[in-house]
């Protein structure tokens, strides 16, 4: 759930941690002993203990704390020469000290630290955040209390500046690979920053924002450095997350700090990442807590108001979610131009691959096109990341270029997460390998579904046991029918365990696939009006709650309909559970023989698995997208 608020967090946190210090402080006086009973409340300059070391008035000294501090016994003689204990903060360094206290025949005593060294350290360490805590809640307090608040928190922003600077991102187009569209509307952007005077001649105002729209790994960043390496300009960045700070102003402050920063260099480009943490629809949310962002977006419009287009300076901001961004963002004058990058495509992943395997050995047998075709739906970031996991691999084997089998490795690895070590043979091993079994039998002679890839109980990630799927092409389109069987494939694990081993056996590994199941059912009546309630599309898109988008899209229909949706939901689900016991029912034998041959070799590849399964059943045919190798 991200619904939660930093205000609240806050709040609660600081109680907690108050009160933690002040355990803290009790614990001192108690346990650190040293000065603890003899405190000495009156303190004397060193200066002044030299004077009566050297006049003779000194009684007796003990040293503290590695010799920093020193409680005297001295003779006052303003107080009619009485013996009086007296504390000094002695400098870090003075063994000077311990000769002369020797010479003049002082009795002293040398307290060592034992450990509350340590506890002093820690304190130390925990003083730092927890007094910055509470600074920053005060300084809040006020500013929040205060019309108009930032005065006192401005000074903070400039001291804490965030924004990097890069003077050359060293980036340039051909490093952007895959997204043609976006690279070819900005490279006019190049122009406007090298040559405005091309636009400003013919009397055309040169657009100030760029807002580049696309999920997370695409590139957005990686082409805003581009532009500035293109146009050899400097490259400002900020974040939106580290913009909106917990006090009020400071964002704001910072955004002034920025603007005044870029508008010292220009020409330049500004980057503002993840924009939509400041610049979601003012006004609106939940809990409140918005006027932090509120302040800085304000800043941000006036700012961006207020220089002219031809100044020189472009600001580009990325967001994956546009649609909770303030319309204020996207007026003439401001973010004017929208440029979308998105996931790329089979050619664009082949680019992208290109493009990352320039600087890594590939052995000559590997096909990039290959890869491409078996990573729908990644990124460009992951394409690169999955290079990358290819060549640590690769050295880690001590090969002298990666192969097949380390590309295969890094796939599952960026997929699907670490490899864990196998279980040892017992049954639940057993249990998952007929789980898993189970979907692949059902995804093998169900006509519609994805064709195996392979079946694996080393466990990767959270996952004890894998069965991997080969998309059949690029997932854009998808039928009834093909949805139908993957939720019949998505419930064939726990269709076996129940054949198998029974109802009271079942156990929670199926968690993760009735949720997808679910999940898929529920969007097939409420999206893409697949079910008996016809072509109705009941939901909006993504359907995620969160803060500041205006209020929640709450459902719009009623509480009958709510419930006829479930029942649709529940029939698809019911239909595709019964389909795939009765798949697991019909092909016991076969599974059990899987099953051995799983145990015996964690692994089975798709094509001995279909072999296998033909000899018993009939497999229908399917397009195979198998790796070229
Ligand atoms: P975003 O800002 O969209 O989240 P990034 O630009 O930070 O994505 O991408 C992270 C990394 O992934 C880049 O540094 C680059 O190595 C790689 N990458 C992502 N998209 C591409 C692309 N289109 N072409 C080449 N490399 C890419
Ligand atoms: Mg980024
Ligand atoms: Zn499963």
Known sequence: MKNFSWRALLLWTLPILIVGFFLFQGSISTNTGNIGNNTASTRMTYGRFLDYLNTGKVASVELYENGRTAIVQAMDPEIDERLQRLRVDLPANSPELIAKLREANIK???????????????????????????????????????????????????SRARFQMEAKTGVMFDDVAGIDEAKEELQEVVTFLKQPERFTAVGARIPKGVLLIGPPGTGKTLLAKAIAGEAGVPFFSISGSEFVEMFVGVGASRVRDLFKKAKENAPCLIFIDEIDAVGRQ????????????????????????????????????????????????????????????????????????????????IAPEISLEAIARRTPGFSGADLANLLNEAAILTARRRKEAI?????????????????????????????????????????????????????????????????????????????????????????????????????????????????????????????????????????????????GGGLMSRAEYSEEVASRIDDQVRQIIEHSHNLARKIIRDNREVIDRLVDLLIERETIDGQEFRQIVAEYTEVPEKEQFAPQL
């Open 282 to 361: 003012r006004g609106a949310g939940i809990g409140g807590g918005n006027d932090e962002r509120e302040q800085t977006l304000n800043q941000l419009l006036t700012e961006m108001d207020g220089f002219e287009g031809n100044s020189g300076i472009i600001i580009i901001a990325a967001t994956n979610r546009p649609d909770v961004l303030d319309s204020a963002l996207m007026r003439p004058g401001r973010f004017d131009r929208q440029v979308m990058v998105d996931n790329p495509d089979i050619k664009g992943r082949l680019e992208i691959l290109e493009v990352h395997s320039r600087n890594k050995k």
């Open 403 to 547: 192969t097949m089998s380390e590309i295969d490795d890094a796939v599952d690895r960026v997929v699907a997460g670490m490899e864990g070590t196998p279980l040892v043979d017992g049954k639940s091993k057993r249990l998952i390998a007929y789980h898993e079994v189970g979907h692949a039998i059902v995804g093998t002679v169900v006509k519609d579904h994805d064709p195996v890839q392979k079946v694996t109980l080393i466990p990767r990630g959270q996952a004890q046991g894998l069965t991997w799927f080969t998309p059949n092409e690029e997932q854009g389109l998808i039928s009834r029918s093909q949805l139908m069987a993957r939720i019949a494939g998505a419930m064939g694990g726990r269709a076996a365990e129940e054949e198998i081993f029974g109802y009271d056996e079942v156990t929670t590994g199926a968690g993760g696939d009735l949720q997808q199941v679910t999940e898929m059912a529920r969007q097939m009546v409420t999206r893409f009006g697949m079910s008996d309630l016809g072509p109705l599309s009941l939901e909006g898109q993504g359907g995620e709650v969160f803060l």
């Open 108 to 158: 002293f005593d040398y307290h060592p630290v034992t450990n509350d060294g340590a506890l002093w350290g820690l304190l130390g360490n925990l003083i730092f955040p927890i007094v910055l805590i509470s600074a920053l809640f005060f300084l809040f307090r006020r500013s929040n209390n205060m019309p108009g608040g930032p005065g006192q928190a401005m000074s903070f922003g400039k």
